[in-house]
């Protein structure tokens, strides 16, 4: 059984740079088959992709964040990590990590989630 | 950008049918998902491929996608399937969701 676990501070000054990790347990994130992705929720509102990325390093943005998102995989590690700089309030949010399943050219789809990890930008 | 759109909120009665819409530009032609989110949890695939279920999703939840509108479907619903419900597509190398819709069983 595939885990998550999103880690870092959970506090972050505004203009600073916002820094996750998700670890995934239970299996290699050294697949073909498998995207990891990052995911935000606002308090009260929707969900908003920020990004995913392949073991390969191949990398995909939401193009409204793309100027200020690096997500990095470590397979030594079976890590993922999220970096968004120049955070402001409107970056508060639950960030979730999640396994995104690659079906053919137009299937991707988010099979495991992690629990998620608020994040508060304040000074 | 791609856009999906979903009614804010559907009511129905225990034990009855709720459907659930989602539009967008040709949906038929991507696959679509739905995740169904409760209060303080993450969200959790219910419907993947436009009409497959995970292991663990009871039977009574489907999908069906074609031409503009994705449709799940909770047959025989039950209170403990109010939650928020979330569809989601792949459009051009970007993950899109749409905005969710709220399922009341009344």
């Known amino acids: 059984q595939v885990q998550l676990q999103e880690s870092g501070p959970g506090l972050v000054k505004p203009s600073e740079t916002l820094s996750l990790t998700c670890t995934v347990s239970g299996g290699s994130i050294s697949s073909t088959n498998y995207n990891w992705g990052w995911i935000r929720q606002p308090p009260g509102k929707g969900l908003e992709w920020i990004g995913s990325v392949h073991y390969s390093g191949t990398t995909y943005y939401n193009p409204s964040l793309k100027t200020r998102v690096n997500i990095l995989a470590d397979t030594s590690k079976t890590q993922f990590s999220l970096k968004l700089s120049s955070v402001t309030a409107a970056d508060t949010a639950v960030y979730y990590c999640a396994r995104q399943a690659i079906v053919g050219l137009s299937g991707r789809h988010f099979d495991y989630w992690g629990q998620g990890a608020l994040v508060t930008v304040s000074s | 950008s791609y856009e999906l759109t979903q009614p804010p909120s559907v009511s129905v009665s225990p034990g009855q049918t709720a459907s659930i819409t989602c539009s967008g530009d040709k949906l038929g032609d991507k696959y679509a998902s739905w995740y169904q989110q409760k209060p303080g949890q993450p969200p959790v695939l219910v419907i993947y491929e436009d009409n497959k279920r995970p292991s663990g999703i009871p039977g009574r939840f489907s999908g069906s996608n074609s031409g503009n509108t994705a449709t799940l479907t909770i047959s025989g619903t039950q209170g403990m399937d109010e939650a928020e419900y979330y569809c989601?597509?792949?459009?051009?190398?970007?993950?899109?969701f749409g905005g969710g819709t709220k399922l009341t069983v009344l």
């Open positions: 989601q597509a792949w459009d051009r190398s970007t993950v899109v």
